[in-house]
């Protein structure tokens, strides 16, 4: 069973709408956990990272949430934008050798 | 730009031949990962150097090998390649090895593999 499960697998929205994006996880001990964005056919590239301390990041109108005891992370996108469309990834790292585990992701497409 | 070159960026070869990913990591960046995308699916970790050493392997095929140069450039080479090996194959490298603060992955734009 994979350590990091994301939710829903895929979701489609209108430009403008906000929309939540959940990773749930079991890697313990816990490190950190990155979300990457993932645009069709590209590398993916890092938005948020947050440790066991953290509650909340924000990066412009994405914003990260962790909850360390549930082992719950969420991903908010504010006032979606065409650009938007891309592939969510959430990666958890393990505090003991620091292996990474990547969720399959969510696939995030905004229609105008 | 991520800093991380990987090539070629596009493959088309035949099933049972065998051909050489290379990529060069962000400048200063000694750990080197590799990945496979198949169409639609999660990235799969493949295998981690770190200066030059191996430091971690998750499903790589025996079919499949890597290693890290002295300039810390990686190549992953493929070999008596099948239909199923068709996928983007990404490279990412980051400062850290295993076993200590990891910093951020910086990926490079993948290497998309047709094998015919």
């Known amino acids: 069973k994979n350590q990091v499960e994301q939710s829903p697998q895929s979701l489609i929205i209108l430009e403008g709408k906000n929309c939540t994006l959940q990773c749930n996880y079991t890697v313990s001990p816990f490190s950190n956990l990155r979300w990457y964005k993932q645009d069709t056919g590209r590398g993916p590239v890092s938005l948020t990272i947050?440790?066991?301390?953290?509650n909340t990041k924000s990066n412009g109108r994405y914003t990260a949430t962790l909850d360390a005891d549930t082992k719950q992370s969420s991903l908010h996108i504010t006032a979606s934008q065409l650009s938007d469309s891309a592939s969510y990834i959430c990666?958890?790292?393990?505090?003991?050798?620091?292996?990474?585990?990547f969720g399959a992701g969510t696939r995030l497409t905004v229609k105008p | 730009d991520s800093g991380v070159t990987q090539t070629p960026k596009h493959l088309i070869t035949a099933t049972g031949q065998r051909v050489t990913l290379r990529c060069s990591p962000r400048?200063?960046?000694?750990?080197v990962y590799w990945y496979q995308q198949s169409l639609d699916q999660g990235l799969q970790f493949l295998i981690q150097?770190?200066?030059?050493?191996?430091?971690a392997k998750g499903n790589i095929l025996e079919r499949f090998s890597a290693q890290q140069f002295p300039d810390l450039h990686s190549e992953l080479n493929l070999s008596s390649l099948e239909l199923g090996d068709s996928a983007l194959y990404f490279c990412?490298?980051?400062?850290?090895?295993?076993?200590?603060?990891?910093?951020?992955?910086?990926f490079g734009e993948g290497s998309r593999l047709t094998v015919l």
């Open positions: 947050m440790t066991f301390s953290e």
């Open positions: 990666v958890v790292s393990d505090r003991r050798d620091n292996d990474m585990r």
């Open positions: 150097y770190y200066n030059g050493e191996e430091r």
């Open positions: 990412a490298s980051s400062v850290a090895a295993r076993g200590q603060n990891t910093g951020e992955l910086f």
């Open positions: 400048s200063g960046d000694l750990s």
